[in-house]
């Protein structure tokens, strides 16, 4: 089993930056695809960035791909999202999520989850 710890979250005003971090227990972390998604009150989830297993291929959800940088160091079984120019509507409870599929968008995809950071973004 896979445990994912996300931390990093609290409120920023708009225009700063936000460093998640999601930690991973197990022995087998680079053998999973990585992700991040996000859920805003009343919405439903969606996709933020995923990763692939060695780190060298990247995807984002196209709004977002030029504010937010997702990145894994295998050794340390981490994984982060670099959030910069943070706007209201970046308001989420953000999640953490490991496959074992190719790099995905689809939620569904994803086996593992932790339990959120919460993300404020007041204007």
């Known amino acids: 089993q896979v445990q994912l710890v996300e931390s990093g979250g609290g409120p920023v005003q708009a225009g700063g930056s936000l460093r998640l971090s999601c930690a991973a227990s197990?022995?087998?972390?680079?053998?999973?695809?990585m992700g991040w998604f996000r859920q805003a009150p009343g919405k439903e989830r969606e996709f933020v960035a995923g990763?692939?297993?060695?780190?060298?291929?990247?995807d984002y959800a196209d709004s977002l791909k030029n504010r937010f940088t997702i990145s894994r160091d295998n050794a340390r079984n981490t994984v982060n999202l670099q959030m910069n120019s943070l706007k209201p509507e970046d308001t989420a409870v953000y999640y953490c999520?490991?496959?074992?599929?190719?790099?995905?968008?689809?939620?569904?995809?994803?086996?593992?989850w932790g339990q959120g950071t919460r993300v404020t973004v007041s204007s």
């Open positions: 999520a490991s496959a074992l599929q190719d790099l995905g968008r689809r939620a569904e995809e994803y086996i593992y």
């Open positions: 197990g022995r087998t972390f680079s053998s999973y695809v």
């Open positions: 990763i692939s297993r060695s780190g060298r291929t990247a």
